[in-house]
């Protein structure tokens, strides 16, 4: 069946560090790949997507890139800062069935300053 | 309010108990989810409401938890017989349609069950 492996964590970095959290899926057809966030005491939100090959998601910084033929969708960021703090979700959408959403085990990234 | 809303927010219970987990959801979203969220184990899918169609139950751990929503807007997640196992955040989730739409999945905050 469909799954994500994502890096586990914690990672924790100093502000204006590099971030890469990889992300690795396992899917038949053409899902869809999404990040979402949980920020501290909240829940969790849409960071962002990309729906086909070679398509970047981009928001807040961060970027990722559907790449089918290492079947990944690493999540990057070229500056982070405190409140880049959070568990980091990778999932993906199941194309070809009822389109439920499959996550990863999350990655919590704690940012110093 | 603007987000999906669940309650309880905390639920106390003793296994073997009964017990109900509501979830209000955006209003017009027609997909609905619940996932369980256990410290290391990530979101684990349990069960999806999509308009009319039959849900999609291929998540649900045993026969001992069951879901409904009625009206196309309520859901309850219902976990008869509670086990310690059981003990998890359980998070509810809407969207407009699914989620290769470009309408994303909608949280709310959940419900943190513990079974003593």
């Known amino acids: 069946g469909n799954s994500v492996t994502q890096m586990e964590g914690p990672v924790t970095l100093s502000e204006e560090a590099f971030l890469t959290i990889n992300c690795t899926y396992t899917?038949?057809?053409?899902?869809?790949l999404f990040w979402y966030v949980q920020y501290p005491g909240e829940g969790l939100q849409l960071l962002l997507k990309a729906t086909k090959a070679d398509d970047k998601g981009s928001n807040k910084g961060f970027e990722a890139t559907y790449r089918k033929e290492t079947t990944s969708f690493h999540l990057e960021k070229g500056s982070v800062q405190v409140s880049d703090s959070a568990v980091y979700f990778c999932a993906l959408s199941d194309a070809s069935g009822s389109e439920k959403l499959v996550f990863g085990k999350g990655t919590k990234l704690t940012v110093n300053p | 309010g603007a987000g999906v809303s669940q309650s309880p927010s905390n639920k106390v219970t003793e296994k073997g108990k009964d017990v109900e987990l509501r979830c209000d959801p955006i209003s017009g979203h027609t997909a609905l989810y619940w996932y369980r969220q256990s410290l290391g184990q990530g979101l684990e899918f349990l069960i999806y409401?999509?308009?009319?169609?039959?849900?999609?139950k291929s998540g649900l751990p045993s026969d001992r938890f069951s879901a409904e929503r009625t009206g196309g807007s309520v859901s309850t997640l219902t976990i008869q017989r509670t086990q310690q196992e059981d003990s998890a955040v359980y998070l509810c989730a809407s969207s407009f349609t699914g989620p290769n739409s470009n309408s994303p999945l909608h949280f709310g905050n959940g419900t943190r069950l513990t079974v003593t």
């Open positions: 409401f999509q308009g009319n169609s039959a849900p999609d």
């Open positions: 899917a038949t057809g053409y899902p869809s």
